[in-house]
């Protein structure tokens, strides 16, 4: 399975990391308009449910403004830099064993799903169509093919690592997420251009509702 081609690296990474944006993977950082996109669904009354949330680079500087929080991170060791709170719950598990019976009013996805194969991703998306309320949202953000699918499967030289990504068009993106019966709203280009870095391959952010009588 492909996450399990890019656990290798991220083991590795989990055992010398010493700072919370070491998880940027040498990419400028882009948080600020992470958080900005995040502040249209600001509500103090919302659940939010963050999967792959990392060392909390966008956690951290969003908590305050959502209800009770449950972050998903199969590291404990990215997971330790998520600032404390009394309504955040930190949950170390892989994506694609963790379940719940809990929905969320939101939930978000930020650099996550390209680490999946398309197979992956429609399983994971079927589960995740559960945890969101109806009339919730749900936010998947990352790299994704300008024309085509884009697969990084070897040697990267800019990580001088084993790597691997499956940048996935935001249309077959957008499939994948619909076959579940959320309804993709939006596509948004959230990043100025020049954070993306390679020419077949863009950040995108999709946000999808689940019907709210579903």
């Known amino acids: ?6 656990r290798s690296y991220y083991d590795a990474l ?6 919370a944006d070491a998880t940027r993977n040498k990419a400028p950082d882009s948080t600020e308009f992470d958080v ?7 509500d103090p009354s919302a659940s939010l449910l963050e999967l792959g949330a990392g060392t909390g680079l966008l956690l951290n500087r969003i908590m305050d403004d959502f ?14 830099f998520i600032t404390p709170a009394a309504h955040v719950q930190i949950v170390n598990a892989d994506l694609l064993g963790f379940e719940t019976d809990a ?3 939101i939930v978000i996805l930020f650099g996550v799903m390209n680490y999946f194969n398309a197979e992956e991703a429609a399983g994971l998306y079927r589960k995740i169509a559960r945890w969101v309320k109806p009339g919730g949202k749900l936010v998947v953000k990352n790299q994704m093919g300008r024309t085509e699918d884009v697969v990084v ?18 249309a077959h993106e957008m499939r994948l997420i619909e076959s579940t019966g959320l309804k993709v709203l939006r596509q948004d280009d959230i990043y100025p251009e020049h954070f993306n870095r390679w020419p077949n391959t863009r950040f ?6 689940r019907p709210a009588d579903r």
Do not use: C, H, W
Not at 1 to 6: F, Q
Not at 153 to 170: C, H, V
């Open 1 to 6: 399975m492909s996450n399990e081609k890019i």
């Open 14 to 19: 989990a055992g010398r990391i010493e700072s």
């Open 36 to 42: 900005a996109y995040m502040k249209e669904f600001a």
């Open 67 to 80: 209800g009770q929080i449950v972050a998903v991170e199969l590291y404990p060791a990215f997971s330790k």
């Open 103 to 105: 929905v969320f009013d």
């Open 153 to 170: 499967d070897g040697l990267s030289q800019e990580l001088q690592s084993s790597y691997y990504s499956e940048y996935r068009t935001p």
């Open 204 to 209: 995108v952010a999709l946000l999808a509702e």
